[in-house]
């Protein structure tokens, strides 16, 4: 059903964190409940984040007005929060609510404050990161455009906060959830988490951090894929 690939030489199944992205059309609640079932039972324990009024960004850079991007937003992130806590449910895992966090409720993690700081910082003086933020914001807010609305610099001001709020989840998920090494899982790669791998960046990811990309295919059998593709180096 899924291709596991490593992006980097970890192989800890102490945690994974799955990354779901409320607007795009791939996390259906069918595909969000085939993919948390897949993955829990190889891990000690898990853990789904995604975003919350941070997703409204998006859509004010995208056009929509400020009350109806988050109304959007909010609807948006409750259609797949709920699966995921249903999913986690079936799975006996206990208080499954509490495993499936939004990065707005981080706020009150001071590890995570900490790091969106230095997440900012890096945006503002690292251009690798800056660039890797842009393109990836770019991208996102083109897609949620309607009518083919062109897309300039003040909209990725905006809209790049977005993106900037994830960068502690890439770097430190072991300290954000209580586990001894987390691997981060989404369906792609992404510019930003290629630059912290190759660390070429002002960011580093902390002991026990590493990434993966799961795709669902039909008939791979479960196949478990590893990768070196994106090595992590030693500090």
Request: glycine residues 6%.
């Amino acid at each position: 059903m899924f291709t596991f690939t490593r992006l980097s030489p970890a192989t800890s199944r102490d945690h994974v964190l799955v990354g779901l992205s409320p607007m795009n059309g791939r996390y259906t609640p069918e595909y969000i409940r085939k993919l948390i079932y897949w993955l829990q039972p190889r891990f000690r324990s898990i853990d789904v984040i995604l975003p919350g009024f941070e997703a409204a960004y998006t859509l004010v850079a995208a056009g929509q007005p400020p009350t109806q991007a988050v109304r959007r937003a909010r609807r948006a992130c409750r259609q797949v929060r709920n699966p995921a806590v249903q999913a986690l449910a079936d799975l006996g895992v206990p208080d499954a609510a509490r495993h499936v966090t939004s990065w707005t409720r981080l706020h009150a993690n001071a590890t995570y404050r900490a790091a969106l700081i230095h997440s900012r910082r890096a945006y503002l003086t690292d251009s690798r990161i800056r660039r890797a933020c842009r393109d990836m914001t770019g991208e996102v807010v083109r897609n949620a455009a309607a009518g083919g609305r062109e897309i300039d610099a003040a909209d990725i001001d905006i809209a790049v906060r977005y993106v900037i709020a994830e960068i502690p989840l890439f770097i430190h998920g072991p300290s954000l959830f209580g586990a001894t090494e987390s691997v981060f899982v989404y369906h792609r790669p992404t510019p930003l988490v290629t630059a912290i791998a190759s660390g070429d960046c002002i960011l580093t990811a902390e002991p026990g951090q590493s990434w993966a990309v799961v795709t669902e295919e039909e008939n791979n059998h479960g196949r478990t894929g590893t990768s070196a593709a994106l090595p992590v180096p030693s500090r």
